[in-house]
């Protein structure tokens, strides 16, 4: 017999779902930009930006948003699981299948994630600090940097083409 769902587990469901479907109709829209296809991008941009309402809203009331501190200490801890147990795994699996593009592409947001805990856990220690602090994220591995760099540590992208936070 099943274990009767309750509404957190609809909440925290529906959150997933949303949270995905965002990613998906984002990749949508992109593919449908260099289709040349422009309406149809700008609906499924549209429906990411509809799907994340969603997906906040149920967040919220799951409870799941704390603090900042508490915030910056879930986010070192589900970045660590990503580049310490998560993509290595990864890594092995898509290693033993010979799938050569998906290694790369988990090497990638496993160095990463890495950087996005050490960040958050930078943000952590100086929570309280007033003074402005800039990100810079490489658009095409997802690393992030307090300062523009001359190219990507990780990928070899040129900095200039890093977007400011």
């Given at each position: 017999?099943?274990?009767?769902?309750t509404?957190?587990?609809?909440?925290m469901?529906?959150?997933?779902?949303?949270s995905?479907?965002?990613?998906k109709?984002?990749?949508?829209a992109?593919k449908?930009?260099?289709?040349?296809?422009?309406n149809?991008?700008k609906?499924?941009?549209?429906a990411?930006d509809?799907?994340?309402?969603?997906?906040?809203?149920?967040?919220e009331?799951a409870?799941?948003?704390?603090s900042?501190?508490?915030?910056l200490?879930?986010g070192?801890e589900g970045?660590?699981y990503?580049?310490?147990?998560?993509y290595?795994?990864?890594i092995?699996i898509?290693?033993?299948?010979?799938?050569k593009?998906?290694?790369?592409?988990?090497?990638?947001?496993?160095?990463?994630?890495e950087?996005?805990?050490?960040?958050?856990?930078?943000a952590?220690?100086n929570?309280d600090?007033?003074?402005?602090?800039?990100?810079?994220l490489?658009p095409?591995?997802?690393?992030?940097?307090?300062?523009?760099?001359?190219?990507c540590?990780?990928?070899?992208?040129?900095?200039?083409?890093?977007i400011?936070?």
């Amino acid at each position: 017999m099943s274990e009767k769902k309750t509404t957190l587990d609809c909440l925290m469901d529906a959150f997933a779902g949303e949270s995905q479907a965002n990613r998906k109709y984002t990749a949508y829209a992109k593919k449908a930009e260099k289709e040349g296809k422009m309406n149809a991008a700008k609906l499924f941009r549209a429906a990411a930006d509809a799907e994340t309402l969603h997906a906040l809203k149920e967040f919220e009331l799951a409870g799941k948003i704390g603090s900042t501190a508490d915030n910056l200490k879930d986010g070192i801890e589900g970045e660590t699981y990503e580049f310490e147990t998560m993509y290595p795994e990864f890594i092995k699996i898509a290693e033993a299948e010979g799938n050569k593009a998906a290694v790369a592409a988990f090497r990638m947001a496993m160095l990463a994630e890495e950087s996005h805990a050490k960040l958050y856990k930078d943000a952590l220690e100086n929570l309280d600090e007033t003074e402005e602090v800039f990100y810079y994220l490489c658009p095409v591995c997802g690393n992030i940097e307090k300062a523009v760099p001359e190219k990507c540590v990780i990928c070899g992208v040129p900095g200039e083409k890093f977007i400011k936070y």
